[in-house]
């Protein structure tokens, strides 16, 4: 199973991005997927999250300007970032709960995307 993360870059503060996460591979279901960060200097934190069912949950910080949203049948997620400011500069990380079969899940992550904002 690989996670590919695509849409990090540079914007300047009130910019937007849109990051994309592709899970591929032997994949039976895909159940809860998020999107975490890790700023240079701090501990990967949490950014948004999304069931199968599409009930989402945002950081904080994070709340009303960014939005999480999956295409269940392209095993997708996607975080709209707008109003991006430079304390959102960070790897950002897919995360996703994935089944190979009935019985256990798996927790996989991908490679990251760098975001940079500058002020």
């Known amino acids: 199973v690989q996670l590919q993360a695509s849409g990090g870059g540079s914007v300047q503060a009130g910019g937007s991005l849109r990051l994309g996460c592709l899970a591929s591979?032997?994949?039976?279901?895909?159940?809860?997927m998020a999107w975490y960060r890790q700023a240079p200097g701090k501990e990967r934190e949490l950014v948004a999250s999304?069931?199968?069912?599409?009930?989402?949950k945002y950081a904080d910080s994070v709340s009303g300007r960014f939005t999480i949203s999956r295409d269940i049948i392209a095993n997708t997620i996607y975080l709209q970032m707008n109003s991006l400011q430079p304390e959102d500069t960070a790897v950002y990380y897919c995360?996703?709960?994935?089944?190979?079969?009935?019985?256990?899940?798996?927790?996989?992550w991908g490679q990251g995307t760098l975001v940079t904002v500058s002020s």
């Open positions: 999304i069931t199968r069912g599409g009930d989402t």
């Open positions: 591979g032997r994949i039976y279901k895909v159940n809860n």
């Open positions: 995360n996703a709960e994935i089944q190979h079969d009935r019985n256990y899940e798996y927790e996989y």
